[in-house]
Structures are given as C-alpha cells and as structure tokens.
C-alpha cells in the first residue's frame, strides 16, 4: 500500500539502533473480505429501528448507569425522609401499645396480692 | 458507507499490521480491522480532521487491540515457532539499504520475538513508531497519552530490547 511508503520515511530513529530498521520491514495486508463483511455489517443494521441502534452504542450503557445512579441516590433520599418522619399516633399499632406499655390493659400500681380486678372474674367478699 | 472504500484501501494495511502485530492472530486480527471501520463509519460525522483520518483509524485499531488483550487468556500465535513474524500473519521485505551480507529476516524474526516479549503498551508503541513509521505526536494521538508517556514507553520498550539482543550491539 502507498501508505507504508510514506510512513517509512518518517521513521525518525534517532540514536536508536540500526536493527529497529528492520520491524519497518514486517507489514500485513488486510483480507479483502474483511471491507464486505464490515459492509455486510453495516447494511444489515440499516434495517434496524433507531433505537436497537442506539441500545448498541457505548451511550447507552452511559445513560443506563447515569439512571442507575440517580434511582438509587432518590430511593436512598425518601427512605431516609420517611425515617426521620415522626411516628403516627393515630396509627393502630400505637393505639395498641399507648404509652405505658399495657398493651390496652389497665394496670393497678396500688394492687395488693390479695385485690381481685374486675374482669379477673373472681367474686369479693 | 462509500467513505469505507477509501478508508480501507488507504489505510487498511497499516491498520492489518497493527492489529496482526499485537494479536499475533489473523483472524483475530481481521474482526479488529471490521469493526474499526464500522466505528469509523459510525463516528465518521463526529470526525473533525485535526490530526489526521490516518492516526484517527489507528487509534480505533489500538484501543480494540487493547480491548481484546485485556480480554484474552491464551497467547495466540506461539513465539516457539519457526517463523513467528509469518506466524502472527505478516510479510518480511527487504529493507532498504540493509547489509545484504547479514540474514535480515533471520534478524527480523528475533527482533520479533524480543518485541513481543514486551508489555503490550509498549509493544504498541514500538510497532506504531519504528513498523508504522508514527511522529510522537501523532503517537500521542493515536495512544491517547501525553508525550512523555510515548517517549518513556519507547525508552523502556528500546532498553529492554536491547538487553534481549545485547549480542547484536557487541
């Protein structure tokens, strides 16, 4: 190929030695099926719709990770919202355990072993 | 999908010797030339010319080279062989105004092996400034490196060749 020939002229060695002159003389020509099979290649994806095209592109793997990141940094900010929010009282879960822990029985603080409450269902004497 | 012609007759050879050089894989070597000139084809409007189509379809060919170095587990094409510059699917010529006395391709082939002995980044940088006759600029570009980087990896790749060929330089 002319390419070569022009190449070899600007060879510039400088202080490198004689010997490096002689990888200038290994070259390769491509296969011509190769300029086909890139056609080939090319004409099949011309068929394609846009977006499969688009899908294939190194751009696509760019915006799927920017979306990945940013899905993750807005689930992290509302998880985070929701757990400093204050606990609804009015939920049922707080109605059932209230604030003293009795899970809604009354406790007696004043009870003697010998009391009977009310829904014991014990008679008094 | 006309521009590929030109493209590849004009720098299809030296693009085929780069990636042969660094695959030591034909085959290989042939499925990097395709698919740089489909993301040349692909990229063609985006290219603006500062530094040449030339240096722009070798970067594309190294950085598929790297790619698939990275990737591979085996080294194809033996350095055991007889012949290892015909092994990874190159043509030894002549070389112009070179002691005829001396076996230029026998010498050829151990400065192949020697080269191939080196890491691949400088292994690229040897191939593109002493086989593809590269300016270091166009190296820079092409290697997508600083040049002092190029200029180190040629030093290094040189010193080490050196010290594989010592005999040669006695």
Redesign the interface.
């Known amino acids: 190929?002319?390419?070569?020939d022009?190449?070899?002229?600007?060879?510039?060695?400088g202080d490198?030695?004689r010997?490096?002159?002689?990888?200038?003389?290994?070259?390769?020509?491509?296969?011509p099926?190769?300029?086909a099979?890139?056609?080939a290649?090319?004409?099949a994806r011309g068929a394609e719709p846009a977006w499969v095209r688009w899908l294939a592109?190194p751009a696509a793997l760019a915006a799927s990770a920017a979306l990945l990141v940013i899905s993750a940094w807005a689930a992290n900010a509302w998880l985070s919202a929701s757990a400093t929010q204050p606990a609804d009282d009015g939920s049922i879960v707080a109605a059932l355990l209230g604030e003293d822990g009795s899970y809604g029985l009354r406790i007696d603080a004043g009870g003697t072993p010998g009391s009977i409450r009310p829904d014991s269902g014990g008679t008094e004497r | 999908m006309a521009a590929l012609e030109p493209l590849f007759e004009r720098f299809g050879g030296a693009m085929a010797t780069l990636a042969r050089s660094m695959l030591r894989d034909v085959a290989e070597a042939e499925d990097v030339v395709e698919e740089a000139l489909v993301r040349a084809h692909d990229a063609g409007p985006g290219f603006r010319g500062e530094r040449g189509l030339r240096t722009w379809m070798l970067r594309i060919t190294a950085s598929l080279c790297r790619d698939r170095l990275r990737r591979r587990r085996f080294t194809a094409g033996s350095l055991d062989g007889p012949t290892p510059i015909e092994d990874a699917g190159l043509r030894f010529d002549p070389v112009a105004g070179w002691d005829e006395r001396l076996d230029a391709h026998a010498m050829a082939e151990r400065l192949e092996v020697a080269m191939n002995r080196l890491p691949p980044e400088q292994r690229e940088a040897v191939v593109m400034r002493h086989r593809l006759g590269l300016s270091h600029e166009e190296m820079c570009v092409a290697l997508g490196v600083p040049i002092g980087t190029v200029k180190s990896r040629l030093s290094r790749a040189l010193a080490a060749m050196r010290e594989d060929l010592k005999d040669w330089d006695a």
Do not use: Q
């Open positions: 190929m002319k390419d070569r022009v190449t070899r002229d600007r060879t510039g060695a490198a030695p010997w490096l002159e002689l990888l200038a003389g290994a070259h390769a020509e491509p296969e099926g190769t300029l099979r890139a056609r290649r090319l004409a592109r």
